[in-house]
């Protein structure tokens, strides 16, 4: 007996439902909305909230490695490479622990840096927000960027 489309597309619907309803109800469930690279208590932020931060004065961590960082950053941020933390880290730890409002970024687009790099903040006891989508969500918002390696 051969199958029918319509046949095929039942079946499929109804798999996909009850995958979808195990999803939701097992408690183990994955956030289907969410940023997968997104952490319990993490705060990620749009690009209008992060310039809002910007004019209000807060420190801007780039996460990227520093040879983006140079190309072009965000005016004020300073480079906190993912792949070379904990040099760094050393070097901002006192900025770090007197900022009370600080966000980090990375080269958007699936780039995890930033979550890495907020995730070991926090175990440090330094809270961040991350910039949702990074570097291309600043820059396609048309905000300011500078180039070299100084802030």
Sequence with gaps: MPLRPVRIALIAAFGLLCGLAWNAWSGRGIALGANAFLREGAEEIPAAEARARFD???????????????MSHIPRAVPLPEDDFDRYFAKLEPRLRS????????????????HKVAERLKARGIHVAILNEGWPAWTDAGYPVKEGREP
């Design 56 to 70: 209000r004065g807060a420190l801007f961590l780039d996460a990227r490695p520093v040879a983006n960082y140079e």
């Design 99 to 114: 900022s009370f409002d600080t966000v980090v970024y990375c080269a958007g687009y699936g780039c995890e840096a930033s």
